[in-house]
């Protein structure tokens, strides 16, 4: 076996130092991935409490863009949800319900800060965020929406009690 020459040992080196680089910037993009997803929805993992009544209510914090995003489950099934008081139905991204399985109604208009958008009709059995679930549920498939966040409206958000305080939003079914 001969020992490598200079030129090879050059080559060996410039091959480590980009393999270096790649891992680094493989390593810091996981990082602020994660950062930047953490920013954008901060109740990844929701947080409840009992109340002195034994009641159980959800605490959800404020995004830095001044949202309400929160994880949950529409049917038993993994979601994101932002809390949308302008908003009369629970409204889902048509590539969403699709995942979902959900059946398409009857076709309504909506009118909506883009304009007028027809949307289909649909229930949904449960919703859930943390230990509050919400049965038998209107809300409506909209194939406008681009993203897959699912605006939570009125048809949801009538049904329980929220109070918020600073940066903060607590959720409380009524009994």
Known sequence: MTDPGPQDTRRIGKFMTFA???VLLGLLTLFFTD???RQ???NQ???SRLTDAGVSEVVLTRNRYGHYVTSGTVNGQSVEFLLDTGASDVAI????????????G???KYRTANGIVTAWTTRLDSISIGPMVIHDVSASINPGMGDMEILLGMSV???VEF?????TLILRPYE
């Not at 109070?163 to 940066?167: A, F």
């Open 106 to 108: 009857a076709a309504v």
């Open 163 to 167: 109070t918020q305080r600073g940066d």
């Open 45 to 47: 993992s929701v947080v």
């Open 40 to 42: 954008r929805n901060p």
């Open 20 to 22: 270096a680089w790649v």
């Open 157 to 159: 958000l009538k049904r």
């Open 35 to 37: 950062r930047l997803d």
């Open 93 to 104: 991204p048509a590539q969403m319900a699709d995942a979902l399985g959900l059946e398409r």
